[in-house]
Structure formats: C-alpha cells, structure tokens
C-alpha cells in the first residue's frame, strides 16, 4: 500500500449526532468565518431540536489525533439540504450540497470525497437520483474537485442587488429566508 493509502484508512466518516454540536460549529465557522457564531449555533440547535430548511444532513469527518478522546479529531463537514429548486435537476425537492469543508491540515487526503460520498449514499437511500452543488468561480480548488468527484457544470450565474434605502431593520425584524446558508462559501 502507498503511503497515500494508509493516510486515507486513518478517516472516518458518519452523521453528527447532537454531542457533535459544538464541533460542527466550529467547522461551520471555519467554512463562514463571516457568519455569527450565534447564528450558527442556532442552526445547529434547530437542525438537532425540530429540524430546519436550512439543513437535512449532517456529515462529519474525523481523523486520528492521539491527543483526543477516542483518538480522532473532527477535520471536515459537509451538510445538504432538500432544495426545492436545483438548476439542471427536475426531480425536486433534491439534495444539494451547502457547505463542504475540510480542515487545510488533512485536504487532499481523500476527506473530502468520503464526505461526499457518505452524502451520496444518504441522497440514494431516499431515492434520489441527482445531487445538486455550487461554488464561486473562483474557487478553482472547489470547482476542480466537483468535476474530480464526477459533477458536471451546469451553468454560471451573476449575481446582482440594488440597495433600496431606508432604515436599517431591527435584529428582530431582519428577515432570513429558508434559503439562507451563510455569507460566504
Ligand atoms: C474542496 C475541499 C472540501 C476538498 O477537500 P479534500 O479533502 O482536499 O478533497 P479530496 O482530497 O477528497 O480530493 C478529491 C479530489 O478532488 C481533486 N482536488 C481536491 N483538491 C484539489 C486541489 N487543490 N488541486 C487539484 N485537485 C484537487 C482531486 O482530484 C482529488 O482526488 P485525488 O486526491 O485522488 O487526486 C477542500 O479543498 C476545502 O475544504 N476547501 C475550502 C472550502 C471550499 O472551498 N469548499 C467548497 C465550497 S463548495
């Protein structure tokens, strides 16, 4: 076996479950540095509590790390939720990725792709036949590894606002729309 392969056999992945919290968030941060922590731990309350629109699944990746109780340390996420609209895809709702990440530490180690396909395997399980992503155009590293993991391009898209003025809404009256899923990707 390569030296790659043995780094592969040391990752594991499953879905959180509610003692993962706090680790899931901090990783969620890491993807949405931009994003309150507030904010996110909310999410992860609701998604963990009644459930939430903003996210259906939650996978978590953990590496060996002799240092940590059971001796592995999380080092990536990766989270779906049920779009009811996904470019390219008619059968809907359908999965689609939200937020994938991997820790700088461990990336090209294969971590990503067992996320991927732990969503993959959630995603088939339910009878879905199509798995729906995006990612910046610059993101080169992303977009290089969909198209690795088998994503096709399905279109580029230019987003615009104009500002309408007035004042600035109170913290209770900011609206958030189900399809909210952070600042940043
Ligand atoms: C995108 C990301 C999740 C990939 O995680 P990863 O653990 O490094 O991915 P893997 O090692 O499983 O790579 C899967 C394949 O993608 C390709 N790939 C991944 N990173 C690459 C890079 N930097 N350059 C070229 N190819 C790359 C490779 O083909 C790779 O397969 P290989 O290692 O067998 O050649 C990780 O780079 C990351 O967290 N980036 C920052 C956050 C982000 O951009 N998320 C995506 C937003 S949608």
Do not use: Y
């Amino acid at each position: 076996m390569t030296g790659d392969g043995r780094r592969r056999r040391r990752i594991r992945v499953r879905e959180a479950t509610p003692a993962d919290a706090a680790d899931w968030v901090a990783l969620r941060h890491a993807l949405w540095p931009h994003a309150t922590l507030r904010d996110l731990r909310a999410t992860a309350r609701a998604f963990f509590g009644a459930g939430t629109l903003e996210v259906a699944a939650v996978f978590l990746a953990f590496a060996a790390d002799a240092a940590r109780d059971h001796g592995e340390a999380p080092c990536g996420f990766l989270e779906l939720s049920l779009r009811a609209h996904v470019p390219g895809v008619t059968e809907v709702p359908a999965p689609f990725v939200e937020g994938w990440f991997v820790e700088r530490r461990v990336r090209r180690r294969g971590v990503g792709r067992a996320l991927m396909a732990a969503a993959e395997r959630w995603s088939r399980a339910r009878g879905h036949r199509a798995l729906g992503s995006d990612t910046q155009l610059d993101n080169r590293r992303s977009r290089v590894a969909h198209r690795a993991l088998g994503f096709g391009e399905h279109e580029r898209l230019v987003s615009f606002v104009k500002r309408l003025g007035g004042p600035r809404p109170t913290r209770s009256k900011r609206l958030r729309p189900p399809s909210w899923r952070g600042p940043s990707r």
